[in-house]
C-alpha cells in the first residue's frame, strides 16, 4: 500500500520559515516527479512545487518563487518544501502527491497518489 506522510507543519509568524517533508512508503517512485500543493479554507487545491526525479527540473506557482525552495532525497523516498519568508496568504493545508507519469504536471488532477496534508498557518 503506498503511503505519503507529510511532517513539518505549524504555526508561524509573517517572515518565518517552515520545511515540510514528504515521506514515501510502500513502493518506490523511481523516476516519478513529486509535488507540492496547498487548499485554503474555500479555495481549490492549488499547485506550490514539483521536482524531478533527478532534480534537474523544478517549477514554481509565482506566488511562492523565490521564497519556497522544493528539494529530495531519494535515498530516503523523501521530498522537502523550505518555505520562507512566509506571508498570511500562504495559510493551507499542504499536501504532497506524485503525478501519473515521469512529468510535473500543474493539475491537481493529473497526480495519483496524495499526502493526508500537513495544516500551515501564518499569522501577521
Known amino acids: 500500500q503506498v503511503q505519503l506522510v507529510e511532517s513539518g507543519g505549524g504555526a508561524v509568524q509573517a517572515g518565518g520559515s517552515l520545511r515540510l517533508s514528504c515521506a514515501a512508503s510502500g513502493r518506490t517512485f523511481s523516476g516519478n516527479p513529486m509535488g507540492w500543493f496547498r487548499q485554503a479554507p474555500g479555495k481549490e487545491r492549488a499547485f506550490v512545487a514539483c521536482i524531478t526525479w533527478s532534480a534537474d527540473n523544478t517549477y514554481y506557482a509565482d506566488s511562492v518563487k523565490g521564497r519556497f525552495t522544493i528539494s529530495r532525497d531519494n535515498a530516503r523516498n523523501t521530498v522537502y518544501l523550505q518555505m520562507n519568508n512566509l506571508k498570511p496568504e500562504d495559510t493551507a493545508d499542504y499536501y504532497c502527491?506524485?503525478?501519473?507519469?515521469?512529468?510535473?504536471?500543474?493539475?491537481?488532477?493529473?497526480?495519483?497518489?496524495w499526502g493526508q496534508g500537513t495544516q500551515v498557518t501564518v499569522s501577521s
Open positions: 502527491a506524485v503525478p501519473w507519469g515521469t512529468r510535473c504536471n500543474m493539475a491537481y488532477t493529473n497526480y495519483a497518489y
